[in-house]
Nanobody
Framework: QVRLVESGGGLVQAGGSLRLSCAAS??????MGWFRQAPGKEREFVAAMSWNGGSTNTADSVKGRFTISRDNAKNTVYLQMNSLKPEDTAVYYC???????????????????WGKGTLVTVSS
């Protein structure tokens, strides 16, 4: 069992930045990713990074604004979010998977573990 705990969400104005963190109880063998779910919408992929950091996949909607990174020594994955837009408002979920970043981008059911989420609200 892998426990994932997100932090760093909050309220920010459009154009601002936030950094989300996800601490994992088990880390080194897993692809780590971020997904989000806006009210009334399906959960969607944001970004993911392979266990060794060698492969990264980022959704087109956030490319150039969001950056995923991981610190294996701290069992933590981060999502740096810059130039935030109101449409980025959502609950952001941390995910862990034994599959690679591209697989979980297109197959949410291949995620093995989910965090409980952290709310990001971007005001206009």
């Amino acid at each position: 069992q892998v426990r994932l705990v997100e932090s760093g969400g909050g309220l920010v104005q459009a154009g601002g930045s936030l950094r989300l963190s996800c601490a994992a109880s088990v880390f080194s063998r897993y692809t780590m990713g971020w997904f989000r779910q806006a009210p009334g919408k399906e959960r969607e992929f944001v970004a993911a990074m392979s266990w060794n950091g060698g492969s990264t996949n980022t959704a087109d909607s956030v490319k150039g604004r969001f950056t995923i990174s991981r610190d294996n020594a701290k069992n933590t994955v981060y999502l740096q979010m810059n130039s935030l837009k109101p449409e980025d408002t959502a609950v952001y979920y941390c995910a862990a998977a034994l599959e690679g970043p591209t697989t979980i981008r297109y197959n949410l059911n291949r995620v093995d573990y989910w965090g409980k989420g952290t709310l990001v609200t971007v005001s206009s």
